[in-house]
């Protein structure tokens, strides 16, 4: 059965209670003009390891990797993208797709490649998600510290022992015997 395009509530109830397949198709993503041009397509269902640019809210600019692709929401999940909670706590802040554009496509899928077109030969290293491996992995060269002195460390304290919570007559010294 079609659903009707016209009535709100219709749409509303076609949103929610959506397969996964349509779920993929409404959460596609234009794609920037170089990539347009590259791939021939206006916009690509967005997946995980794509790279996207913000185009609005206040990340407006900002170009991340994605995280997780949120289809049950509608949502998209970047890294360092993030929101402070009241406990000032860093929680990941979920984007709608109508406010991204991708900037650099996640090839290692050959399924996505031979819908896009894409030959082998065509795809860089960083496309297939190779290189960006690597560089996470590489431990990051730091400057040597110069070494301080030694500070003298104070001596640990005695803990103190706490009174058990047993009855009160455990406690008490043993009665004294008047002979």
Same mark, same amino acid.
């Given at each position: 059965?079609? /659903?009707?395009?016209?009535?709100?509530?219709?749409?509303?109830?076609?949103?929610?209670?959506?397969?996964?397949?349509?779920?993929?198709?409404?959460?596609?993503?234009?794609? @920037?003009?170089?990539?347009?041009?590259?791939?021939?397509?206006?916009?690509?269902?967005?997946?995980?390891?794509?790279?996207?640019?913000?185009?609005?809210?206040?990340?407006?600019?900002?170009?991340?990797?994605?995280?997780?692709?949120?289809?049950?929401?509608?949502?998209?999940?970047?890294?360092?993208?993030?929101?402070?909670?009241? $406990?000032?706590?860093?929680?990941?802040?979920? /984007?709608?797709?109508?406010?991204?554009?991708?900037?650099?496509?996640?090839?290692?899928?050959?399924?996505?490649?031979?819908?896009?077109?894409?030959?082998?030969? $065509?795809?860089?290293?960083? $496309?297939?998600?190779?290189?960006?491996?690597?560089?996470?992995?590489?431990?990051?060269?730091?400057?040597?510290?110069?070494?301080?002195?030694?500070? $003298?460390?104070? @001596?640990?304290?005695?803990?103190?022992?706490?009174?058990?919570?047993?009855?009160?007559?455990?406690?008490?010294?043993?009665?004294?015997?008047?002979?």
């Amino acid at each position: 059965m079609r /659903i009707s395009p016209h009535s709100p509530r219709r749409q509303r109830k076609a949103l929610y209670t959506a397969g996964p397949f349509q779920r993929r198709r409404r959460m596609t993503v234009p794609l @920037s003009r170089d990539l347009r041009s590259r791939f021939h397509a206006r916009s690509v269902p967005i997946r995980k390891g794509d790279t996207v640019r913000v185009l609005s809210g206040s990340f407006v600019g900002r170009e991340e990797r994605v995280a997780k692709v949120d289809r049950r929401g509608y949502s998209v999940i970047l890294d360092n993208v993030t929101l402070k909670t009241g $406990e000032e706590k860093l929680k990941p802040l979920p /984007i709608r797709t109508s406010h991204l554009v991708i900037t650099r496509l996640n090839l290692s899928d050959p399924w996505r490649r031979r819908v896009l077109k894409v030959s082998d030969e $065509e795809v860089t290293p960083e $496309e297939r998600g190779v290189v960006a491996e690597e560089e996470e992995t590489a431990e990051p060269v730091s400057a040597p510290t110069p070494a301080l002195p030694p500070a $003298e460390a104070p @001596s640990p304290k005695p803990k103190a022992k706490r009174a058990s919570k047993a009855a009160p007559s455990d406690t008490a010294p043993p009665p004294e015997e008047d002979a």
